[in-house]
């Protein structure tokens, strides 16, 4: 499980594959529910990616 601000490496993202291999935060606050299919909203990655959403299966602690 992660939480704010958790440093995480993106190992798969079916959100933007540009992703994958970057390390990044977590920036919700609760846990994923509903909203976000379950996934997790990972910011902070590049100027050109978004935030992200990852399914945490997709993440490994940095």
Same mark, same amino acid.
Request: with cysteine.
């Given at each position: 499980?992660?939480?704010?601000?958790?440093?995480?490496?993106?190992? !798969? =993202?079916?959100?933007?594959?540009? %992703?994958?291999? /970057?390390?990044? /935060?977590?920036?919700?606050?609760?846990?994923?529910?509903?909203?976000? %299919?379950?996934?997790?909203?990972? !910011?902070?990655?590049?100027?050109?990616?978004?935030?992200?959403? =990852?399914?945490?299966?997709?993440?490994?602690? !940095?």
């Amino acid at each position: 499980m992660f939480s704010t601000g958790d440093k995480v490496l993106i190992v !798969a =993202c079916e959100d933007d594959p540009r %992703a994958v291999g /970057r390390t990044s /935060r977590i920036v919700d606050e609760v846990p994923p529910g509903p909203l976000t %299919a379950g996934r997790w909203t990972v !910011a902070g990655i590049s100027l050109l990616i978004t935030p992200v959403l =990852c399914h945490s299966h997709e993440l490994r602690p !940095a």
